[in-house]
């Protein structure tokens, strides 16, 4: 083996649905009202894709603006990992069918870590191409929350969105990209954020599908609580690796979960606004789409630069989390 290759984003794009569903436009739907939502989330509205429409759909779209940007064809692509729970069918994996809609010719698998899912593909990509397996790797968070969602459970249908965000992994220039990563799973909290049937363990049946127990259940107070320690938790970890503080940090990109977890690692973080970036308001949890989506607009709004240090955190079902460090390349 060679010695160690810099592994970095070259190429970041996203995609979400037309379609956008207001606060205003729940209140219609289920008991809830704009200002409760705003208060306790920060959400304004949700992107909603359209019926017939599936998760490869929008990986795929997410995909051909990250290849446009980075300069390649879909033939450049070495492997592609698609971070999703949300997948077109239980199997095949939607990774194979995004790698078929764009036209790429390599090996692809999917990836289930919830809403850390992107961060989690992330760090196999910089492992494949850091350690030469692969030059090129096309990572995607896409999920379309809204496929399993429980339109009359008020507590969790005010909070997703449906989209997706893709980047491209490749080798970049000494002393920028992949800096560190903080990977990690507590699975005695997997009953506290799961769709419970449509697995082995509950297969289908009528009386599931009636009950919507194949939809996502969520115990919103332990999930807040775990998230609002573990979010923290892992940025410091994650930054103790190598040695840095948030001093150091440029731009945080946080999963955008919900604005009141968002704030409690500004505020353990000792981080000040400006450096923190939040698409929230706009899109929902939009689970392992939400840190690219992020990325994305960051990015073209002129909040990232070359050379920045960049902060990643997400946190989601398994109960998982992981955090990520990089020095933007670009």
Not at 86 to 115: E, Y
Not at 146 to 169: E, K, P, Q, Y
């Amino acid at each position: 083996m060679g010695e160690k290759i810099n592994a970095g984003i070259i190429g970041v794009g996203s995609a979400v649905p037309d379609k956008v569903l207001t606060n205003a436009d729940l209140e219609k739907i289920v008991d809830t009202s704009d200002e409760w939502i705003r208060n306790m989330t920060g959400i304004l509205e949700r992107r909603v894709a359209a019926e017939g429409e599936a998760t490869s759909d929008y990986a795929a779209k997410a995909a051909r603006v990250a290849l446009e940007r980075a300069g390649l064809e879909p033939k450049d692509i070495d492997l592609i990992i698609v971070a999703t729970i949300t997948g077109d069918v239980i199997f095949p994996a939607t990774a194979s069918i995004v790698q078929n809609a764009i036209g790429a010719k390599c090996p692809a698998f999917d990836l289930s870590a919830g809403c850390s899912g992107w961060v989690y593909a992330l760090s196999v990509a910089n492992g494949f191409v850091s350690s030469g397996i692969y030059k090129r790797v096309l990572v995607i968070g896409a999920d379309l929350l809204t496929s399993v969602t429980n339109w009359t459970d008020r507590s969790t249908c005010v909070l997703f969105g449906d989209g997706a965000g893709a980047a491209i992994v490749s080798e970049v220039e000494p002393g920028t990209g992949f800096l560190a990563f903080e990977l990690g799973s507590d699975g005695s909290g997997a009953q506290s954020l799961c769709a419970p049937a449509g697995g082995s363990r509950e297969p289908l049946t009528h009386e599931s599908l009636d009950a919507q127990r194949n939809k996502l259940m969520m115990e919103g107070r332990e999930v807040f609580k775990f998230a609002v320690k573990v979010q923290g938790e892992a940025a410091e970890r994650v930054l103790a690796k190598i040695g840095l503080t948030t001093a150091d940090i440029d731009l945080m990109i946080p999963h955008q979960a919900n604005m009141r977890i968002i704030d409690s690692a500004v505020n353990r973080l000792g981080l000040p606004p400006e450096k923190i970036f939040v698409n929230l308001q706009k899109y929902g949890n939009t689970s392992a789409a939400s840190i690219p989506l992020a990325l994305d607009e960051a990015i073209q709004t002129g909040r990232v630069k070359k050379g920045d240090t960049i902060l990643t955190v997400g946190f989601g079902a398994g109960l998982t989390w992981g955090a990520g460090v990089m020095k933007w390349a670009y």
